[in-house]
């Protein structure tokens, strides 16, 4: 079945700094999401890229869809420590499951 | 709206117990799923369904049995509870039936210890 790898599992950064997250598929992906899991918390919903290159933003954070559908990256800018949590990203199988990556947890030093 | 609401939040049972983990929504979301969540596992899924007295297997089934009777409502059972089903878990629902149609909204968790 489809598989959703991300890297890197962890990242430490200094408050300030930048971060990215990687995530590639085995298959060609229809569209992918983006979640945020704050320590202690829920996945919370950020994003559902659908085209290939799409490149989306929100405030700090940017999310580019591959080419080739196959991978996506979230790149946030100027880490600040509201920022902590764990980055998930999903892809849809036979459009009733949601895979996901294992996530890359985000740490900041202030 | 209250979202997705699950019960427990806590749980510890004794190897071969079983328990119902119970998840509602008042979102009229025809999708409802339930996932683990290991460290380093990312979230696996268990069962899902997309409207009532519909339901399949995700990645993980073995062990769990599930049932949609209502929109609302979509029970997660724990037939004979084994320490590999220590777990965080996570109900979720979306608009559905298809998840092309939006994201999911997640209850906040059941953390379940089994000795």
């Known amino acids: 079945g489809q598989q959703v790898m991300q890297i890197p599992q962890y990242q430490h950064v200094q408050e300030g700094e930048d971060f990215t997250t990687y995530c590639n598929s085995s298959?060609?992906?229809?569209?992918i999401q983006w979640y945020k899991q704050r320590p202690g918390g829920h996945p919370v919903f950020l994003i559902q890229?659908?085209?290939?290159?799409e490149v989306k933003k929100q405030k700090r954070l940017t999310f580019q869809f591959g080419e080739a559908k196959k991978n996506s990256s979230l790149h946030i800018t100027a880490t600040q420590t509201t920022d902590v949590g764990t980055y998930f990203c999903?892809?849809?199988?036979?459009?009733?499951?949601?895979?996901f990556g294992q996530g890359t947890r985000l740490t900041i030093n202030p | 709206n209250a979202g997705v609401t699950q019960t427990p939040k806590f749980q510890v049972l004794k190897t071969g117990q079983s328990m119902t983990l119970q998840c509602a929504q008042d979102?009229?979301?025809?999708?409802m799923s339930w996932y683990r969540q290991d460290p380093g596992m990312g979230l696996r899924l268990i069962h899902y369904?997309?409207?009532?007295?519909?339901?399949d297997q995700g990645e993980v089934p073995n062990g769990y049995n599930v049932s949609r009777s209502t929109t609302e409502d979509f029970p997660l059972r724990l037939l004979s509870a084994a320490p590999s089903q220590t777990s965080v878990y996570f109900c979720?629902?979306?608009?559905?039936?298809?998840?092309?149609?939006?994201?999911?909204?997640f209850g906040e968790g059941s953390r379940l210890t089994v000795l």
């Open positions: 979720a629902s979306s608009y559905g039936p298809s998840l092309y149609t939006g994201e999911l909204f």
């Open positions: 298959t060609t992906l229809s569209n």
């Open positions: 890229l659908v085209k290939s290159g």
């Open positions: 999903a892809g849809i199988q036979g459009a009733q499951k949601l895979v």
């Open positions: 979102m009229n979301h025809e999708y």
């Open positions: 369904s997309v409207g009532a007295g519909i339901t």
